[in-house]
């Protein structure tokens, strides 16, 4: 007999049973064979099917579900593809961050006509490449409350307009103070742009390929020092004065074609739940998630940090005055909870390691470490930069793709240990070379330059985009826009700390030495990652108050989570609601 059963032998067996006999849809015991269930009442396909897919939890051994012996081949659950609408919505609104790129990368060749045409010293190309980073503190303040107040959407068309106004008086400069004010305008935009982009991303991604999608801001971070590295060596055979202006002044064009872009993009879901709007979120919610299912558990997750009740349908509802922001910076700094405090420490850790490390000093001066080294051609010397912002762009690729497979603590680990290592390498190649000036060492611009290339792979790899996912997705959605802004806040001051104080650091210990210091910076960085960063490979936004709270006790709420995710998906063991409530108490 097989395990559906002829028609005959079915009726045969059902004349056993005395009428009445049920009806669909029959209720499968908890530990009956699925094919004596379906020989007793032989349905459609349609119903037998999810029975098949999904037999009972205390039945799942291949032969207990067919009577004859023979296994049943049941394929694994597939793994949904990446949603297109989302990967569309992500892309177009990380393309804010080519604005910081290409600032970046621009100012590194930039400076070096910049000091010829204008006349100027050291320490004031100094505070002009890194000045900007402090401007970009303004409107990181300004724009969590203004994304908040006009959406996601439009704060993005605002730092777009920004950066273009400041590029384009950039470009026209005369003089030096003329060239500074260009500097602020452009460092308001990008502080708008930092700050929006993870959010819009991290709000608008399914948990599936948050960490892919989150990720974009960094890898556009880099496309735009690549760019920006392009400029400078293809406008660096024009006049002296025309040159630099042309490199600034280009910057204008990726912030027009945001603009337009971004007219096709929708509004975040968590952004109009938070004006009541939930009919529209319902709709942009459909469309990046996965499936039905996931929408609908998104929008739930989203309803309760906004305090709706779950059971309200409405499309237009009335928020309380929380869900708008008041109270988040109390909530923030004054009385934070366990929770809230230990979030706000390990995002401004990460984003002060990120910087503090070294990286901006490296790629905003890597002419000059280069020189240092023994090249001394101009054009030579913004071509090795090519290579630079070539190496960081595809590194930066390479760790989006493994952000969701991987997970965040393995990368940023590795990473970190990989770039301590680069610069201590670096740091003793200079050292050499300076014990050895006048002399031509091959060899040691050869290392040089490696180990330049290494470090901005290893931080590209891990660091880099991690941080911009890591810091959007652990704050509650109530305090999420202001808690990026710190982030990006931190980010920017130790940038500008380290781009404004570099050229006196090595002229003090050396350039060597510089990098000796940045990698001791690293190695305690390492540390605090290793300590206080949990891993959030998986989890929902709203999922993370497990996991905060208990600083040394994060990796017991991990397990409990994964406990029961198996639980859910049936893969055995039990929850124990008592044991979270310990955790959080």
């Not at 080519?98 to 006349?119: H, P, R």
């Not at 609908?296 to 779950?310: C, H, Q, S, T, V």
């Not at 070379?433 to 330059?449: F, K, P, S, Y």
Request: net charge positive; proline share 6%.
């Amino acid at each position: 007999m097989t395990s559906s059963g002829s028609p005959r032998r079915a009726s045969a067996f059902r004349n056993l049973i005395p009428p009445p006999y049920p009806t669909p849809p029959f209720p499968v015991p908890p530990r009956v064979p699925t094919a004596l269930y379906e020989l007793c009442y032989p349905q459609s396909a349609k119903i037998r099917e999810p029975l098949l897919a999904n037999p009972p939890v205390g039945d799942r051994r291949a032969e207990n579900n067919d009577v004859s012996g023979n296994r049943i081949k049941v394929d694994p659950p597939k793994k949904p593809k990446r949603n297109k609408y989302a990967f569309a919505c992500a892309i177009l609104a990380s393309m804010t961050s080519i604005l910081l790129g290409y600032d970046i990368g621009v100012m590194s060749g930039a400076a070096i006509y910049i000091e010829k045409d204008l006349k100027v010293t050291d320490t004031q190309i100094e505070i002009l490449l890194g000045i900007l980073n402090l401007y970009s503190l303004i409107g990181s303040a300004m724009a969590g409350r203004t994304s908040d107040w006009v959406g996601r959407r439009y704060t993005i068309v605002i730092s777009g307009a920004i950066f273009f106004t400041g590029a384009i008086l950039m470009g026209l400069s005369t003089n030096y103070t003329f060239l500074m004010c260009g500097r602020f305008v452009a460092g308001l935009g990008v502080g708008y742009a930092l700050t929006i982009a993870p959010v819009y991303a991290a709000e608008v991604s399914p948990a599936s390929s948050r960490g892919f999608l989150t990720s974009f801001p960094e890898v556009f971070v880099n496309v735009g020092i690549l760019l920006g590295y392009i400029s400078n060596y293809a406008f660096s055979f024009c006049a002296l004065d025309v040159g630099w202006r042309l490199m600034l002044g280009v910057g204008a064009i990726p912030s027009v074609i945001l603009a337009i872009g971004v007219l096709a993009m929708p509004e975040s879901p968590r952004w109009l739940v938070m004006q009541g709007r939930l009919g529209d979120a319902r709709q942009v919610l459909d469309k990046t998630s996965d499936s039905k299912e996931e929408s609908m558990l998104r929008l739930a997750d989203i309803k309760e940090a906004a305090g709706i009740p779950e059971d309200c349908n409405d499309d237009i509802v009335q928020v309380t005055g929380h869900s708008h922001g008041e109270g988040v910076w109390k909530e923030l700094f004054v009385h934070p909870t366990p929770t809230v405090l230990h979030i706000v420490i390990a995002a401004l850790g990460f984003h002060f390691f990120q910087q503090a490390s070294g990286i901006d000093a490296l790629v905003l001066y890597s002419p000059r470490v280069f020189e240092k080294a023994g090249i001394t051609n101009s054009n030579q010397l913004l071509l090795c930069t090519v290579g630079v912002g070539l190496s960081k762009t595809v590194f930066t690729f390479v760790a989006t793709f493994f952000l969701d497979r991987v997970g965040r603590r393995p990368l940023v680990l590795t990473s970190m240990a990989g770039m301590v290592a680069s610069l201590v390498c670096l740091g003793t190649s200079l050292t050499i070379v300076d014990q050895h000036e006048g002399a031509r060492m091959t060899w040691a611009v050869v290392l040089c330059l490696c180990c330049v290339l290494a470090f901005v792979g290893f931080f590209s790899t891990g660091i880099g985009p991690i941080a911009w996912v890591y810091s959007s997705e652990i704050f509650p959605l109530r305090l999420r826009a202001q808690g990026c802004g710190m982030g990006v806040a931190v980010n920017r001051v130790m940038s500008g700390v380290l781009s404004m104080t570099f050229i006196s650091l090595y002229k003090a210990i050396t350039m060597g030495g510089a990098f000796f210091l940045y990698a001791a910076i690293g190695a305690v960085g390492w540390i605090f990652f290793f300590t206080m960063l949990p891993e959030t490979q998986g989890r929902t936004l709203e999922d993370m108050e497990v996991l905060f709270g208990k600083f040394h006790k994060w990796r017991k709420a991990n397990k409990l989570l994964e406990k029961e995710r198996q639980v859910a998906r049936g893969d055995g063991g039990t929850s124990d609601p008592d044991n979270r409530v310990n955790l959080l108490a």
